[in-house]
């Protein structure tokens, strides 16, 4: 069984900044991709950044410039750094992660989502 468990997330002001943490654990193979995504009120989830195995990213331009991924493999822990925080980046963010557990071929995994708040 693998679990992807989110932190970090709360209220924070405009040009603020917030770190996001998410972390993977269980019978874990090998990962292929992570990944956060977001979902506003009233919109489609889409995708805010992907990170592969090869170290290669794709920032959605909206956030470009201000928020950045990291990983920490030894600890199957992946990070959003958000900063210059705008109104507009208020969503609940959901981690996601292509993994192969032990026994299994690669499945799509999601954590729970953690809301970010952005309002003075």
């Known amino acids: 069984q693998v679990q992807l468990v989110e932190s970090g997330g709360g209220l924070v002001q405009p040009g603020g900044s917030l770190r996001l943490s998410c972390a993977a654990s269980g019978s874990i193979f090998s990962i292929n991709a992570r990944a956060w995504y977001r979902q506003a009120p009233g919109k489609q989830r889409e995708l805010v950044v992907v990170?592969?195995?090869?170290?290669?990213?794709n920032y959605a331009d909206s956030v470009k410039g201000r928020f950045t991924i990291s990983r920490d493999n030894a600890n199957n822990t992946v990070y959003l750094q958000m900063n210059s925080l705008k109104p507009e980046d208020t969503a609940v963010y959901y981690c996601y992660a292509f993994i192969r557990a032990y026994g299994l071929g690669y499945r799509e995994y999601w954590g729970q989502g953690t809301q970010v708040t952005v309002s003075s």
């Open positions: 990170i592969r195995s090869d170290g290669s990213t």
